[in-house]
């Protein structure tokens, strides 16, 4: 085991809404998220205390944060306050974000 370079043994991983995997790993201070939606998966509604914010590795995604909606692909970036509401829908296929929370989300880890 590495101080340094955690082995994926080593990573969180969860089902959230439903059929999207996300695969995390904590910091003391901030914690990554590698999330893989599925063509037919949705990251509904919702918010969290936590400050969001990521980048699309693949795929194309509708993101709505709070009253705006912008189309992301790879390379493009997004930020969500704490307590906005957001939600994600693949466009046209499965997509892969990375998203980076502060503070670590606990019921991630």
Request: charged share 15%; net charge positive.
């Given at each position: 085991m590495s101080r340094y370079f955690p082995a994926a043994a080593e990573c969180g991983r969860?089902?959230?809404?439903g059929c999207v995997n996300?695969?995390?790993y904590a910091g003391e201070h901030?914690?990554?998220s590698l999330v893989d939606i599925p063509a037919e998966g949705?990251?509904?509604w919702h918010s969290h205390a936590n400050e969001q914010m990521g980048m699309m590795i693949s795929g194309t995604a509708t993101?709505?944060?709070g009253d705006e909606t912008r189309d992301l692909g790879p390379g493009d970036f997004y930020v969500i306050p704490g307590?906005?509401?957001h939600k994600v829908v693949p466009v046209g296929g499965p997509g892969q974000a990375l998203d980076v929370f502060?503070?670590?989300r606990e019921e991630y880890k």
């Open positions: 969860h089902t959230i809404f996300i695969r995390t901030m914690q990554l949705v990251v509904d993101f709505h944060v307590n906005v509401k502060y503070p670590v």
